[in-house]
């Protein structure tokens, strides 16, 4: 569970931060459970976390809270939430059984929290999801970090080991000891992250899920900041300056006010082409994975898109399609696959979490 070893360890400290004892240990534990368990499930995070990092009976309304304000988002303090408060069918209200000191009956505490709507919808695909539902969904998507994929640069940096000797940091420490190296010290290439480049299309047949790849680029610019984010439908939009706002509903609302084609046609072949002759060729994309979203529906000749990924592949480090309506066989992926080093499914929540990995 590479990608979310921070966010459990963030709710640990979360739960320190409130007075529950929680050691280094205890997290540990946690990971590992959570790793056994469905980390995506609320419920099966909920009882990992109670069963790990609770060892008192009287923090369990503390620790109650604290999940509500670090998963959920909650206000301290909040009120319990029940079926009247949310739209019916929507969200759910899990029951966790509590038994109080001196009592002889199980009494039923309810805790508010959206987890069986969230197990629910994030089976489903993002086209058939409600509002409600892709607000608790995009919820979800904004707390994922992106690990980023890291190269080996040409410059040499100081190492524990390796297989070029640190002359000058050896001569400097035998300074200490009249001349005399005691250690030696070594020098092996540095790592840095390599850079992302989201290609993402916001054409008509891909109005489903604009939102969705919009706000996944906006929580991979703030994972890190070697992101650059594109759209395309008739025509190239450059969107990482507009997309840095902190708020998501801001960087949406900029968005959609820069892009003068949403959902409109789809040209992915002389998108493509635009891309690697005003800005691939530059560097942008030398060493760096391309991030191509899009269902494939081209209107544009499938030649001139085999021949921008013919250069764009030679540039790149790795091309990866996802394609939200699956990994359909059309004309233009058809053409492009030679040139495409991986083609994965973006549908639903499931397919996303699949996608981190791969490009890490």
């Known amino acids: ?87 019916a069918g929507v969200f759910g209200t899990f029951v966790v059984p509590s038994v109080e000191p001196g009592a002889d009956e199980v009494e039923q505490e309810s805790l508010g929290l959206a987890a069986s709507a969230v197990h629910v919808s994030r089976q489903r695909s993002f086209s058939a999801c409600t509002p409600e539902e892709l607000a608790e969904l995009r919820r979800i998507l904004a707390r994922l970090r992106l690990t980023p994929p890291r190269r080996r640069t040409r410059r040499l940096g100081p190492s524990s080991s390796g297989r070029v000797l640190d002359l000058r940091r050896m001569v400097r420490a035998s300074l200490r000891t009249q001349g005399e190296p005691v250690s ?44 650059e984010v594109f759209c395309f439908g008739t025509r190239l939009t450059y969107l990482t300056r507009v997309l840095r706002s902190r708020s998501v509903d801001e960087a949406l609302r900029l968005a959609g006010g820069t892009v003068a084609d949403w959902e409109g046609g789809t040209r992915i072949g002389a998108s493509v082409d635009a891309f690697v002759r005003g800005w691939a060729r530059r560097g942008m994309s030398r060493g760096a994975t391309v991030l191509i979203c899009s269902d494939g529906l081209d209107r544009g000749e499938p030649s001139l898109l085999v021949s921008a990924l013919d250069r764009l592949s030679r540039l790149s480090h790795r091309i990866v399609w996802v394609n939200p309506h699956g990994t359909g066989r059309s004309v233009a992926m058809m053409a492009a696959d030679p040139y495409v080093d991986a083609v994965l499914p973006a549908a639903d929540l499931p397919d996303f979490l699949r996608l981190l990995p791969v490009l890490a």
């Open 1 to 87: 569970m590479p990608d979310f070893v921070g966010l459990l360890v963030g709710f640990a400290r979360a739960l320190r931060s409130a007075g529950i004892v929680v050691g280094t240990g205890d997290a540990d534990v946690f990971c590992a459970a959570a790793a056994c368990l469905d980390p995506t499930d609320l419920v099966d995070l909920y009882w990992g976390g109670r069963c790990t990092l609770v060892s008192r009976h009287a923090d369990l309304p503390v620790y109650d809270e604290v999940f509500r304000q670090y998963f959920l988002d909650f206000p301290a303090a909040p009120t319990v939430v029940t079926l009247r408060q949310v739209p």
């Open 184 to 227: 030696l010290r070594w020098r092996e290439r540095r790592v840095r992250p390599r850079r992302l480049v989201l290609l993402l299309d916001v054409s008509g047949s891909m109005a489903s899920y604009s939102r969705t790849l919009l706000q996944f680029a906006h929580t991979t610019g703030r994972s890190t900041r070697r992101v």
